[in-house]
């Protein structure tokens, strides 16, 4: 009887340390400092530095990148953002990297709760002139909305199509890690400033 009661209780200290867990980003919890994290994937990960302290570059799944760290204003709760280095001026390579990268998410966390593909207020000329041209429009002029958002206990993760402020009509493969911990306190702190 002790035997089933001490398995029982691990069990759900198992299951609950699973549900009340951080979201992790390259097999680390999204937790901590910034510092700390960040060092983390300099040391661990092989990224380096960049003039902005938040901002680092390296190789996230087999692809060049710039990961940012964006903290709240204490710090210590961040969430992460990852930017591919590809940089697309034509739809059909675009949206294949979309694909391929919201491919591989679902087969780690299963079917996304959310995935919208909408080119705004460019709609009606996208689908009229079926053009690549029209398309790539649509992600310059930000009204291009491809996103898919996927749900786990940690958190949430947004995969999106986005323009690339460097380059005129390219866009670039976007993904957010926003932490559910890490925004409970953020919103339990400017709850309590209201």
């Known amino acids: 009887m002790k035997r089933l009661f001490l398995l029982g209780a691990m ?7 699973a549900q009340n867990g951080h ?7 999204i ?15 092989g990224f380096y530095r960049t003039i902005d302290p938040c901002i680092l570059r390296g190789t996230f799944a087999e692809q060049k990148c710039q990961v940012r760290l964006v903290k709240g204003a ?28 919201v491919e591989i998410y679902t087969v780690k966390y299963g079917n996304p709760i959310s995935a919208i593909q909408s080119f705004g207020s460019n709609d009606d000329f996208v689908r009229a002139t079926n053009s690549d041209f029209a398309r790539m429009t649509a992600v310059e002029d930000e009204t291009c909305n491809f996103k898919t958002v996927f749900s786990t206990n940690g958190g949430t ?15 670039k ?6 932490d559910k ?14």
């Open 11 to 17: 069990l759900f200290g198992l299951a609950a340390s």
């Open 23 to 29: 979201l992790k980003f390259m097999g680390r919890e």
């Open 31 to 45: 937790c901590g400092s910034v510092a700390d994290f960040r060092s983390y994937l300099v040391a661990e990960k």
């Open 74 to 101: 204490d710090g210590m709760h961040f969430s992460v953002e990852m930017l591919s280095d590809s940089s697309y001026d034509n739809w059909t390579p675009l949206y294949r990297s979309y694909c391929a990268w």
């Open 157 to 171: 993760i947004e995969i999106a199509i986005v323009k690339d402020k460097n380059e005129y009509k390219h866009g």
């Open 173 to 178: 493969i976007f993904i957010r890690y926003c």
């Open 181 to 194: 911990l890490n925004d409970k306190v953020q919103r339990s702190r400017i709850l309590d400033e209201i």
